[in-house]
DNA sequence: CGCGTAATTGAAAAGTATCAACACTGGTGG
DNA sequence: CCACCAGTGTTGATACTTTTCAATTACGCG
């Protein structure tokens, strides 16, 4: 649930200062901290260096779609650089956030001159869509119970980190539905 | 609905026979015939030079969901390339199929030593993504009258091209839920 | 303590699935 | 030419699931 790229983190800390290069610049962010707004013009790639990121969709009826969690090594807003478009979707910081900053010009050249980080940016992708795939296939055919028992299993400190709004959220139900969801699988035992 | 990569089925035709280069051969197949099987090794990438193919995962339950209709220059395959993993899906044709089929070792070098192709690649993956989170957005926050709506206006001919079966798959919904909201909207004239 | 945010619960309304029966269509063989 | 069949599409009745709405409680923090 809440996705993690090592590769691509240990990669990017070659670009530690003061060996960065110019490549990459380092930025903090308090959580609730709105990193990339939906619908805006994006500059810049930015790789998680720590901390935890959410980024969701909001709907014209107001509601919001969790897409995913960041963690360490995850990378946003390549995509709007690749289909050269404005960004989709909203990235907001959700504990204090530390992230390595591309700007477009930089990303494409190292995209360009480094094999090592093309192909790790082609498998982050990658990642990306079979992810999406089976989630969405998943979140589809299965009630909602069989949907938190495997977000439970992927991430046992799921309630811990993560608010109920967003985990209702994430799943694209009501908090009540998750409420009532929640007290079943207690009452089976089925959850602690 | 029906996806389509013109970028991608334009530089594929560069490989058109004689001038193969031994990167490309062409297969045929019929309709559902099936391509790709979920939970298999996979040793070539695909694209599509004409037809139409489904793209759907089967749940231990025995539903199907589809993920999405590719039509020319769409490509499949690569994900588990990237991953080195096992396919997550089958791939069925549903109209007659002609293909670009490449290996492993000859899509890995065009990547590597063709720029054009690998940033081809690229914005694949990324129009993927794009798709993909903001179907499964949409798809979540709307009734289904609406993601009915959004698929005729997107695709007119919808009805004509593929079966309710499938499109129900496509919805995640069964297809008497789906015959209520066509009947519905057909009432109140939103479609014809 | 008091305030705002997050979490919980009940009751009614709305939406969707399930199940089962029936209609339509195109193709096949007697 | 008709009878039959299989696949596809249609519909109704009922049961089940989820949302909506509103009221209440719990919690963290200045």
């Known amino acids: ?18 060996e960065t290069n110019g490549f990459a610049s380092q930025h903090k962010f308090k959580p609730k901290k709105i990193i990339l707004e939906q619908a805006a013009r ?3 790639v930015f790789i998680i260096k720590s901390g935890i990121a959410k980024c969701y969709r909001l709907e014209e009826n107001g509601s919001q779609f969790i897409q995913e969690f960041f963690g360490e090594g995850e990378i946003f807003g390549e995509i709007e650089m690749f289909n050269n478009d404005e ?3 909203y990235i907001e910081a959700l504990t ?3 992230v390595y900053q591309i700007s477009r010009k930089n990303f494409n050249k190292l995209l360009e001159e480094n094999p090592k980080f093309n192909r790790l940016i082609l498998n982050a992708l ?9 989630r969405h296939s ?5 009630p909602i119970e069989t949907n938190l028992l495997r977000l439970k299993e992927q991430f046992p400190d799921l309630l811990k980190m993560i608010s109920k709004a967003d985990i209702a959220n994430y799943l694209g139900i009501t ?6 969801s929640l007290k079943l699988l207690k009452e089976r035992k089925l959850i602690g």
């Open 175 to 180: 908090e009540r539905s998750l409420n009532r």
């Open 42 to 44: 994006i500059e810049f």
């Open 126 to 134: 990658a990642a990306k869509i079979k992810y999406k795939a089976i």
């Open 96 to 98: 204090d956030l530390i």
């Open 138 to 142: 998943f979140h589809q055919l299965n």
């Open 1 to 18: 649930m809440i996705r993690v790229n090592q590769e691509l983190l240990k990669f990017m800390s070659g670009f530690e200062p003061p």
């Open 87 to 89: 960004s989709f979707s």
